[in-house]
């Protein structure tokens, strides 16, 4: 079936950038998305990248995706605490009726 | 602007007993939908209705109830609690991109249940 796998925990220094990775099964996936769940709160739509694109940015955000290898990542620059939040991975996949399958999230930890 | 409300936010039951939690959304999305959210786990979808009158079952529906008589509101029902079912439950809606795959998912704040 198909799978979404994320590390569970990132830890980064202030003003590093941080690289959160993804990778996924399913060769028929249309969209990819990241979202960001802060503390107590629901999740929210970061950014997301059509299958066929290779690259998409949005200011300190940039998303790359190596379709061959069905790895997704997702870089911030310049790391802040207020990016302190979990990041989830998700696709939309076109044979399980385009509903989103999720990965676990990754918690990302910011080191002053 | 409210977009997606659950309610309540907190809730402890004892095994068996039974409740509803609810939730609406302001922004006329015709795709509603339930997660459970686990530690170490993905969203996991119990049910979601693509308009009113129309739910169907996600991937983890057992024990779990879903009706849609209006477009705002989806509450989902737990029949007879169970504490497999102590999760953190989260509403979502969107304006039907889902379905196509171009969708955002707008996502209420969760609701924390506990089962003894």
């Known amino acids: 079936g198909e799978d979404v796998e994320q590390s569970l925990f990132l830890s980064v220094r202030e003003g590093d950038s941080s690289v959160i990775n993804c990778t996924y099964t399913?060769?028929?996936?249309?969209?990819l998305y990241w979202y960001k769940q802060e503390p107590g709160a629901g999740l929210q739509l970061l950014t997301y990248?059509?299958?066929n694109m290779d690259m998409k940015q949005d200011q300190r955000l940039t998303v790359l995706l190596n379709k061959k290898d069905k790895h997704l990542s997702l870089r911030i620059a310049d790391t802040q605490t207020g990016d302190s939040a979990i990041y989830f991975c998700?696709?939309?996949?076109?044979?399980?009726?385009?509903?989103?399958?999720w990965g676990a999230g990754t918690k990302l930890i910011i080191k002053p | 602007n409210a977009g997606v409300t659950q309610t309540p936010k907190f809730q402890v039951l004892k095994t068996g007993q039974s409740m509803t939690l609810q939730c609406a959304q302001d922004?006329?999305?015709?795709?509603m939908s339930w997660y459970r959210q686990d530690p170490g786990m993905g969203l996991r979808l119990i049910h979601y209705?693509?308009?009113?009158?129309?739910?169907d079952q996600g991937e983890v529906p057992n024990g779990y109830n879903v009706s849609r008589s209006t477009t705002e509101d989806f509450p989902l029902r737990l029949l007879s609690a169970a504490p497999s079912q102590t999760s953190v439950y989260f509403c979502?809606?969107?304006?039907?991109?889902?379905?196509?795959?171009?969708?955002?998912?707008?996502f209420g704040e969760g609701s924390r249940l506990t089962v003894l």
């Open positions: 922004m006329n999305h015709e795709y």
């Open positions: 998700a696709e939309s996949v076109r044979d399980s009726n385009y509903q989103l399958i």
């Open positions: 399913d060769s028929s996936s249309t969209y």
């Open positions: 209705s693509v308009g009113a009158g129309i739910t």
């Open positions: 979502a809606s969107s304006s039907g991109g889902v379905i196509s795959g171009t969708g955002e998912l707008f």
């Open positions: 990248i059509f299958s």
